[in-house]
């Protein structure tokens, strides 16, 4: 009895792995044409993001070279500028604001606006005496009124002017520093950017063709593999056919290593008879 059941648990499982292997065959020749499809895809798109950034890296280089010409024109136009001390033009000119202009216009504008006060103190003063009977001062109150408001006028010119030379006085302490400044490390940085785009470029580049290769070969490993699959499945199925057959000579009743046996069995020596 427990002989029987182990037979069947043999027979049993066999089958399973056979019908497995079969299904696995259908399978691998089923899937093959779309997994090659969804590979090749994949591929298509990765390919696309590389030319994508090697287009990107290609336009960077573009504008990283014509960044650099500007930089060394500019440097150059500085270079030629510089040879006649303009630094020093400018600083003087920028002290001679600061130090003089500046403060001589802020000295001018206090000087008018206490005058312009002087001439309202005189018009008060003068509109009080006219009122006083028996004394009459020939002098017209537009006179007055043209005075404060000219005095008005050019105090805010005079503002103006200060606030043109402040700014001035700043473009020129920028002129001066970017005068008496040094290209070298933008150059630098510049170069550096280059390189680094290069080396890209080209791995960028070693990728593309290790994806066109990939995309070459790929339907042709795919193919191999459902081949060596089906090979080793069918190997594997026949194995299994063999212990189902092996396990139905045993639930008959069979010994299947009864044909071994006889082989190694010793011939007995026959019997004549004297």
């Known amino acids: 009895m427990l002989r029987k059941i182990l037979v069947g648990f043999l027979i049993g499982f066999s089958s399973i792995l056979f019908t497995a292997s079969v299904i696995g065959v259908i399978l691998s020749w089923a899937y093959n044409t779309p997994l090659t499809e969804e590979a090749l895809t994949r591929l298509h798109d990765i390919d696309v993001e590389l030319e994508t950034a090697e287009i990107t890296l290609k336009n960077s280089k573009v504008e990283l070279e014509r960044t650099l010409r500007i930089v060394d024109q500019t440097e150059a136009a ?7 001390d303009p630094e020093g ?32 103190d005189i018009r008060v003063t003068l509109f009080g005496l006219n009122l006083v009977p028996f004394l009459q001062i020939n002098i017209p109150d537009k006179i007055l009124t043209d ?4 005095a008005d006028a050019l105090e805010a010119e005079i503002g103006g002017v200060s606030e043109l030379a402040k ?4 473009l020129l302490d920028d002129a001066a520093y970017l005068l ?24 960028v580049t070693g990728w593309r063709e290790q994806v066109a290769t990939v995309t070459e070969g790929l339907p042709g490993w795919l193919d191999l593999a459902s081949f060596l699959l089906t090979v080793f499945l069918l190997w594997f199925g026949f194995s299994q056919l063999g212990l189902i057959l092996h396990g139905l000579n045993l639930w008959r009743g069979n010994d299947p290593l009864l044909p071994v046996r006889e082989m190694f069995r010793k011939p007995q020596p026959v019997k004549t008879s004297e």
């Open 78 to 84: 500085l270079g030629q500028f510089t040879q006649n």
């Open 89 to 120: 033009f400018f600083k003087d000119v920028q002290t001679t604001l600061d130090d003089e202009l500046l403060p001589e216009l802020e000295t001018a504008r206090e000087r008018l606006i206490s005058a312009r006060d002087t001439l309202e």
């Open 147 to 150: 005075l404060i408001d000219s």
């Open 167 to 170: 700014k001035a006085s700043v």
């Open 180 to 203: 008496g400044g040094d290209f070298s490390e933008t150059r630098d940085s510049l170069v550096f950017f280059l390189n680094e785009i290069d080396i890209y470029q080209e791995k």
